[in-house]
């Protein structure tokens, strides 16, 4: 899989490739990998998965094969949702609202 981008620690200044198996979401199934494919889909949308330029993050290293360290997982900081993620709770949130409106009147 080809590299989203790059991912630079702000106290070490490393730099590592970032790619989209990497990113763990908050929409992810429990049953489904974390990761698993280049999208994500939420109610019946999908939504590209990927990290905006600046985004914030926590992340885990691991070993390659190859002996270099690469990412193992990109996560929201401190369990929030990364941006690609947000829009679709934000969506839910306004539909939800929406919905119990409606329901009111």
Do not use: C, N
Request: glycine share 8%.
């Amino acid at each position: 899989e080809a590299g989203l981008g790059v991912l630079v620690d702000l106290e070490t200044q490393a730099d590592f490739t970032v790619t989209r198996k990497a990113l763990r979401s908050l929409l992810d199934a429990e049953d489904v990998p974390a990761g698993a494919g280049s999208e994500t889909s939420y109610e019946g949308q999908a939504r590209a998965r990927a990290l905006f330029r600046g985004e914030f993050v926590e992340y885990e290293l691991q070993s390659a094969p190859s002996g270099t360290v690469e990412l193992a997982s990109v996560q929201g900081i401190r369990g929030w949702p990364l941006m690609f993620e947000a829009a679709s709770l934000l969506e839910k949130e306004l539909r939800q609202k929406s919905e119990h409106s409606r329901a009111r009147h």
